[in-house]
Nanobody
């Protein structure tokens, strides 16, 4: 099983990007999914998470600008990023609890996608 992230790129401040992350392989189910980011010289931080039931959580710095969603039929999680700021520049990683059987899950990470916001 693996996660494949896409959608990063270069955008001007105030612009928008949409990140996608699809899970593939022999997946029985998916629990919580999320997006994290790591800026140069900083620790990785949680950006947004979404439970299997759709409950969301955001870091304060992105509230009102970013929206996390998921499409369970496609095993995909999205991050819609609006009103981007230069401080949003980072490598963004997706994360998910992938169930390979009813009782067995593993925390998986995508490969990271670079988001660069120019001022």
């Amino acid at each position: 099983v693996q996660l494949q992230a896409s959608g990063g790129g270069l955008v001007q401040a105030g612009g928008s990007l949409r990140l996608s992350c699809a899970a593939s392989g022999s997946i029985f189910g998916i629990g919580a999914m999320g997006w994290y980011r790591q800026a140069p010289g900083k620790q990785r931080e949680m950006v947004a998470t979404i439970t299997g039931g759709g409950r969301t959580n955001y870091v304060d710095s992105v509230k009102g600008r970013f929206t996390i969603s998921r499409d369970n039929a496609k095993n995909t999680v999205y991050l819609q990023m609006n009103s981007l700021k230069p401080e949003d520049t980072a490598v963004y990683y997706c994360n998910a609890d992938l169930y390979i059987s009813y009782h067995t899950s593993e925390r998986s990470w995508g490969q990271g996608t670079l988001v660069t916001v120019s001022s």
